[in-house]
């Protein structure tokens, strides 16, 4: 058995609760969610898959899923269960070199299910990183740059001077770039967008969140209204599932749309793009899962002159996935960076912190993604036992 052979697979679900602040700004909003998606169930942290992948040599790579059923449509205890049950066998004995040849088995042998899929394919790039002593970044072509912009988050919320506090906060901190949430009405957008503008000045890039919130019809007059603001992107306007009233909305506004809720593969980038539906693509470690469909879907973006926005609220492990891929791929951007794990939750499982500062996160020094994972955290914050798969 040679050295690369992947021999043990590790999956923990955790649950990490969110700041007890954050809490309270949330429950600020109409629906506590600090957003405009009409879900019912409170939002009270992150719910996680932690993956590692063992090799033959005793190396191992880690990586991490954030889903929450809203969004993603998949619970923690779903991800374990499809790959113990109908994955690992694709995986184990495979070479962790072989991302593409392992991909390309599960494509074949399981539909759909990206976010699993990805949390794999992320771990053997850490794994065969291990192996040959390189950082993630260095294997994805090398860190272009090493002190990646932040854009910051601003939630929902039902005071306008609440919201605009929170921005000048983050400008303070350093961000250039504010994504804020919207969609309780067309009125209030623009109240909240022209409080921003007018706080924060015209160097603050603003870019918007509606949360699937508005009609086809009212979501074009929603970004309309907003867009002398000097709108960068705009985020998930309509409904997720319906493709059709997204073309719409981008034929009707200059304002580039991103599909968040809505975009969880390859294939659905594709489609949205072909019927003019998106002018931004966002990515993260769970759409379109994995680093290799990460790096496609940049290299689609780069084809077509659209940007890209690496963005999520994860823990560390989903942090430093976003700044290898970010800092490898930082010229085909064309825009900040979202991350806000670090604001919201109350640890990030690693052993030593991130370095956020400026409004910058600085990619890690090291093999790998150049963090250490907190076994007893993962430990504190795991909802069952590790399940093992040999």
Request: one cysteine or more.
């Amino acid at each position: 058995m040679n050295e690369d052979t992947i021999v043990r697979i590790e999956l923990t679900e955790v649950a990490i609760p969110f700041k007890k602040e954050v809490q309270e700004v949330m429950q600020g909003s109409g629906n506590g969610l600090g957003m405009a998606i009409p879900a019912e169930e409170p939002w009270l942290g992150g719910d996680f898959v932690i993956c590692r992948l063992f090799s033959a040599s005793g190396k191992a790579g880690m990586s991490e899923a954030f889903v929450w059923l809203p969004e993603s449509g998949v619970s923690p205890r779903g991800i374990v269960e499809t790959i113990q049950d109908d994955m690992a066998p694709f995986v184990l004995g495979e070479s962790a070199f072989n991302t593409e040849r392992l991909m390309t088995r599960l494509n074949n042998n399981v539909a759909r299910n990206e976010i699993a899929k990805g949390l794999l394919d992320s771990a053997c790039f850490e794994l065969k990183a291990h192996l040959v002593g390189r950082s993630v970044a260095d294997l994805l072509g090398g860190a272009q740059i090493r002190e990646l912009p932040l854009a910051a988050l601003v939630p929902l919320h039902n005071d306008t001077a609440t919201m605009v506090f929170l921005a000048k906060h983050w400008r303070e901190q350093g961000s250039r770039t504010i994504r804020v949430k919207l969609g309780e009405s067309i009125e209030r957008d623009v109240e909240i967008m022209g409080a921003m503008r007018e706080a924060l000045g015209n160097e603050v890039r603003l870019r918007v969140d509606y949360n699937q919130a508005y009609s086809t019809w009212d979501a074009i007059t929603a970004i309309n209204a907003i867009e002398h603001f000097r709108i960068e992107v705009a985020e998930q306007p309509a409904k997720a599932s319906n493709y059709l009233a997204m073309a719409e909305v981008q034929k009707r506004v200059n304002v580039p749309l991103m599909a968040h809720e809505g975009c969880f593969s390859l294939d659905e980038i594709h489609q949205l793009h072909a019927l003019g539906a998106i002018g931004a693509i966002g990515i993260n470690g769970e759409r379109p899962g994995g680093l290799s469909a990460a790096v496609r879907a940049i290299h689609f973006a780069e084809q077509n002159g659209l940007g890209v926005v690496l963005h999520n609220q994860p823990a560390g492990l989903g942090s430093v996935w976003q700044a290898h891929l970010g800092a490898a791929f930082h010229s085909s951007l064309h825009y900040d960076m979202e991350l806000f794990g670090h604001v919201m939750l109350e640890h990030d499982l690693l052993k030593a912190p991130l370095n956020y500062s400026g409004g910058t996160l600085t990619l890690p020094e090291g093999a790998g993604w150049g963090v250490e994972l907190d076994i007893d955290a993962l430990d504190r914050y795991s909802v069952r036992p590790t399940t093992v798969i040999e």
